[in-house]
């Protein structure tokens, strides 16, 4: 499969230790996710800028001079282990629209079989915007399909907004912001975040659903040590809102709650 990593703070910092010196680094782990790497950061533009690479993260002095050079309020970064779609850069996470990115680790059941179905749902303007041959990047455009039905993607949506459009039931956890906040969801594959109250003052006890913090961490492995690292939940949805608020819900909650909404107003 994959691994994802996210990360939002109040203040901009740099990310190295996690992509490349922490005890389980996304470094690390690309020796067991090998098929290429990707990195988006946002500064005073706005706009992502984007960085990917082919090879072993590793292997890569790429890979670790862009680490070393990132410092962001946002950061999302990806290495991959390809399942569906060939090793190359169309397919290379994270996909990327406008402010928004995305990354996915997973792989859609049976996905060839399905995939005219998936791409059917997908509106045009979006499906215009596909390059490769990955379930990954139907998941995006799917995402940026749903969110359209509940808010502006073109605007600033709200948290809740984006984690119903990112939450429906698949397989894999998926990642996603547009710099100022940060969603991910968890299905069949581990997931854990870590918050900080201050600048390298990690909370220990998990946050409660509410809790304005100074940064969040999303990773797909704990990444140095157990202490600070909570783990999500089988259908669990976690993220940080545009005021720096921690949320974590369900897609349960999510489809109950947008359920009733979409009835009253459609």
Known sequence: MCRLFGFRSATSERVHDALVTERNSLRRQSLEHPDG???????ESGLPEVARGLGAAHLDPEFERISSAVQARTVLAHLRLASVGSIR?????????QRWAFAHNGT???????????EALIAPRFAALMRGDTDSERCFTLFLT?????ADVDGRPSLEAVQ??????QAGNFLVTDGELLAATRRDRTLFFAAESAEGVPIVE????????????????????????????QDGVIGIDRDLRF????????????AGTLARTG
Not at 89 to 97: G, S
Not at 164 to 169: E, G, K, N, S
């Open 37 to 43: 790497w990707g990195i988006a950061s946002w500064g």
């Open 89 to 97: 850069l169309d397919n290379a996470h994270p996909f990327v629209f």
């Open 108 to 118: 859609l059941h049976a996905f060839s079989r399905h995939r005219a179905a998936i």
């Open 146 to 150: 749903r969110l359209t039905e509940v």
């Open 164 to 169: 119903w459009a990112l939450a429906p039931p």
């Open 206 to 233: 998990r946050p409660r659903s509410g809790t304005t913090v100074h940064a969040l961490e999303i990773a797909s492995e704990e990444l140095q040590g157990p202490d600070v690292w909570h783990a999500v939940p």
């Open 247 to 258: 949320v974590e819900t369900s897609v349960e909650a999510l489809v109950k709650r947008h």
